[in-house]
């Protein structure tokens, strides 16, 4: 791994779900889904899809919750949901469903972007997550 690398894996991309101004999740079914390759860094979150090629650079500074689940953008799925949820520059709020191999693995992902983003807010003096 490359320095401030956490982790590496392949994932599935499942495609966004985006948080309107009430709450309410909207569900974007027709993306184009695919293996990638999630990266975790001191400072970011990042997919790279391979094909077709399609990049996220999430901040974690952004990143306003992590959560698995089994459902994902009206995929119902056995393996775990690994779902990162984030505001943009804009303030539309994202949520990014990616597939993980096992409940473990999820767990492991989730547990370094919490403390990396924790390690971020002691480093800040701010609060992130809520």
Known sequence: ???GEIAKTIVNYLGFETIG?????RKHPFVIRGNGL???????VSFHRLFPKKDYMIPLLTIFDVSIKNIHNLTLS???VLKISFEE??????????LVNTNKD???LKEKILSNIKGLEDENQVKIIK
């Open 1 to 3: 791994m490359a320095k």
């Open 21 to 25: 101004k009430t709450g309410k999740r």
């Open 38 to 44: 999630l990266t975790i860094t001191d400072k970011y």
């Open 78 to 80: 056995l393996d775990p």
């Open 89 to 98: 520059e804009k303030g539309r709020k994202i949520v990014l469903g990616l």
């Open 106 to 108: 999820a767990e492991d």
